[in-house]
């Protein structure tokens, strides 16, 4: 979709309220116009006649029933531009969140989170105040139009010499206006990069600490900010400059007007109100000029916008982001749409022919096989980098199998990642993800406490989770900082283990406990998660207390399953696993 394409949508998304825009700065430039040719006949009828009679100010009546209206011509347009800004803007913004938030994999291109946010926050703005620009554009042409045939009616000559002179110094500017823009589209991309960093600083905290990376992060910023403070300079040197030519262009013109003037009216072709409508109209008209080529600097922004917000959007639709979607603005929100609550009970969960590469590489799984039945301990174990945490990824859907089918009692599963959700499974990955809220909100995420069912202290009692919290000052209420950064490594994976395991789902998949937990903690967790009935479980490890507990240990080595079966078995059969026992 082009970009005139795409604005044309969203304009016919709010018709009226966008109409009202450029209705209200027609009636605005209009009323001059009117104003003006009130004047020119007042004043030349003036120096005719020698009486003010009072038929004289009857002239004014018009002008004075289009003020009477103004007030609310005034508050229709603003309500207008005020909606018409906010909806288009909303429309685009809840488009694209709609599509990042339904999508399960296919990362766009890969921004920081500063930068991702300043193209949601900024770029939306960008296009509307495009759109809203053309509103008073079309005002302006009228306008200018409809002066440049009153002027030439009144004096061609002067029209002429005033209008030509000017309309030269203004394609000048126009032309200094690319430069502009590319000091402008410098400085947004310094800006960019800076708020990127600092987003990413704020996310790793720890990470810089622990690598002792304090003043490398903070040369490389101090790099960046210095890139943009040249940037910057340049970008409000060269507008300040460029404003200050324009807004003196009508000052100018007077001047070359009142030159003019002087030099005809001892001819007795001009009158008083002559002289009038030609200072009175030139300045609006010279900003005409002003507006067309503004108009097409944020028509060029409005086109790096729409690319840069696609680019977060790679496989969908083009229309995506300006597609009608009723928003709720007012009133009541909408209902969330309730969430199954009906499991579909796992018997058997069958996975035939999986394989998965990561782009431009050769990497990922290849063909995998297995079968879970209910109540079994799965446990995938394996090299660094055999392929464990790909398989879980692929197998629920986070990742986008090149091939193979997986089968949830015997029924094919159509799409992997809108099933392998609560109640059906649930999921704790490698490196959890904490929100900046208090820890009962990081457990829940939303999910009903069924009443009476404690379920809440369940899981937390399962997830080994209780000493945590009666060490925290405010219990489950203690606020966990940004991505848990108040927690422990363990306490995190403990709390989304917790998160899990709230949501009583049908199998229970975890990517690598061991990792943060220590021995004794993660071997009561199991404890507590196998005494409770029958789970289904899939679990990457390679812990040997966990292998001996499983029903079958499936080998991956450079993803491929290099052997299946019970621990006992296969540490006779299966050199890859005897590696990995040797080296534990
Ligand atoms: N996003 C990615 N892009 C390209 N290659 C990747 C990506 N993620 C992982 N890989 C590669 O795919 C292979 C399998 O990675 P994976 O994370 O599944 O291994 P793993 O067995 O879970 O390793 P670990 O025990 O360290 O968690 C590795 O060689 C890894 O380098």
């Not at 003043?215 to 040197?237: C, E, N, T, W």
Request: proline letters at 4%; a neutral charge; hydrophobic letters at 45%.
């Amino acid at each position: 979709m082009t970009t005139l394409k795409s604005l044309w949508r969203l304009v016919r998304y709010k018709p009226l309220y966008f109409s009202c825009n450029s209705l209200v700065r027609i009636t605005m430039y209009m009323e001059r116009i009117v104003f003006g040719l009130i004047c020119q006949a007042f004043l030349n009828a003036l120096s005719t006649k020698h009486q003010l009679t009072p038929g004289f100010f009857m002239l004014f009546l018009p002008w004075l029933l289009v003020i009477a209206l103004r007030v609310g011509v005034y508050y229709a347009g603003m309500h207008g531009i005020i909606h018409f800004d906010f909806r288009a803007r909303a429309l685009i913004q809840y488009n694209l969140f709609q599509y990042l938030l339904n999508r399960v994999h296919g990362a766009g291109k890969a921004y920081s989170q500063g930068e991702n946010i300043s193209y949601i926050r900024d770029d939306p703005q960008y296009i509307v105040t495009m759109l809203t620009g053309i509103g008073n554009f079309i005002a302006l042409l009228l306008y200018s139009l409809t002066a440049l045939v009153i002027l030439l009616r009144t004096n061609v000559l002067i029209t002429l010499l005033v209008f030509l002179p000017l309309v030269v110094v203004l394609a000048l500017t126009r032309q200094a206006r690319k430069s502009l823009q590319r000091y402008r589209q410098l400085s947004r991309e310094a800006t960019t990069e800076v708020t990127g960093v600092i987003g990413e600083i704020f996310s790793s905290v720890q990470a810089i600490q622990v690598a002792g990376a304090e003043p490398h992060v903070i040369g490389h910023f101090q790099v960046l900010s210095a890139k943009r403070r040249q940037a910057m300079l340049l970008d409000q040197l060269f507008s300040t400059m460029l404003q200050t030519v324009t807004s003196n262009v009508s000052d100018i013109g007077t001047g070359l007007t009142l030159v003019l003037i002087a030099l005809l009216v001892n001819n007795g072709t001009l009158g008083p109100g002559d002289i009038f409508i030609f200072t009175y109209y030139l300045a609006l008209v010279t900003s005409f000029f002003n507006e067309a080529s503004s108009l097409l600097a944020s028509y060029a922004q409005a086109k790096v916008s729409f690319t840069r917000l696609e680019s977060l959007l790679p496989e969908a639709e083009r229309d995506t982001l300006v597609t009608h979607q009723p928003l709720s603005l007012q009133g009541d929100l909408p209902e969330i749409p309730p969430i199954k609550k009906q499991a579909m009970p796992l018997e058997c969960l069958e996975v035939h022919n999986l394989s998965y590469c990561y782009p431009g590489g050769e990497r990922g799984i290849e063909r995998i096989n297995l079968s879970l039945r209910r109540g079994t301990l799965t446990v995938i174990t394996g090299r660094i980098g055999a392929g464990k945490t790909t398989l879980l990824r692929t197998l629920l859907g986070l990742l986008p199998r090149a091939e193979g089918e997986l089968y949830w009692n015997g029924e094919l599963i159509a799409e992997p990642a809108h099933f392998f959700i609560p109640p059906q499974s649930a999921y704790t990955p490698q490196v959890p993800q904490l929100f900046s809220d208090p820890l009962r909100e990081n457990i829940l995420l939303g999910w009903p406490e069924q009443p009476g069912k404690q379920s809440l202290n369940k899981a937390i009692a399962t997830a080994v989770l209780e000493p945590d919290i009666a060490a925290l000052e405010q219990g489950l209420e203690t606020l966990v900082g940004t991505r848990g950064i108040k927690l422990s490594g363990g306490q995190i994976q403990r709390t989304a283990a917790a998160r899990m395991l709230v949501r009583e789902a049908e199998l229970l998949v975890f990517d690598d406990l061991s990792s943060a937990l220590d021995v004794a903690t993660e071997q009561l967790l199991w404890e507590r998660l196998f005494s409770g009935g029958e789970r289904t479980c899939l679990v990457v490890s390679h812990r040997p207390a966990l292998l001996e507990l499983a029903d079958q240990v499936i080998v991956l080595k450079d993803g491929r399953v290099e052997a299946t079966g019970p621990l006992g078995s296969l540490l006779e059969i299966c050199e890859e696993l005897q590696g990995i026992f040797n080296r534990i």
